[in-house]
């Protein structure tokens, strides 16, 4: 079932069945070089689990992302509640298998996840983060209109969050 259409890609619901294409992801150590370690198959599916229960919990989770052209599962998108600071909020985050990286699709998928938060969720703020030296991920963020909310440290490590509010809200809030 697709959850989000973009123009070149489609986002839908993960299934356990996506684990084989998901781990090929989250087990290259390339792709996962900013976070704190890669996934083996186990840890796999119970983030498909987390991400499964999530959908239940709040509507929304991280989703498959798909090409439109051939059906081919590229990564994963979407929206999850983690914590910054003692501060549970909605986070974009994303896994684009890397031979389809600096083509767009993570930037495409994040702004149909942030217009969801938005449009959808009614979210009034939705926030990015990532270790300082993921500038890849930073630069994503601005395209979302995000700007630096704060650093802070948590897996021993500095991590930059950003975040974006929703202006429509902003509107009618002044009106």
């Known amino acids: 079932m697709k959850k989000l259409e973009t123009e070149r890609l489609y986002l839908r619901e993960l299934v356990m069945e996506d ?32 991400n499964m229960d999530n959908y239940q919990k709040y509507n929304h989770g991280l989703w498959a992302v798909i090409l439109k052209n051939n059906d081919e599962f590229i990564g994963e998108c979407g929206i999850t509640m983690q914590e910054i600071e003692n501060e549970i909020v909605p986070e974009i985050g994303f896994h684009i298998q890397k031979n389809y990286w600096n083509k767009g699709y993570a930037t495409e998928a994040a702004i149909a996840c942030r217009d969801y938060a938005f449009n959808t969720l009614n979210y009034s703020k939705i926030f990015s983060y990532t270790t300082l ?5 930073q630069k994503i963020a601005k395209k979302l209109g995000m700007q630096t909310y704060k650093i802070f440290e948590k897996n021993d490590e500095n991590q930059i969050a950003q975040i974006v509010f929703n202006t429509k809200q902003d509107k009618n809030r002044s009106k």
């Open 19 to 50: 684990k084989d294409a998901l781990y090929n992801i989250l087990s290259d150590p390339e792709t996962m070089q900013y976070y704190p370690q890669t996934f083996d198959e186990v840890k796999v599916k119970r983030w498909i689990q987390w």
């Open 133 to 137: 030296r993921n500038i890849p991920s």
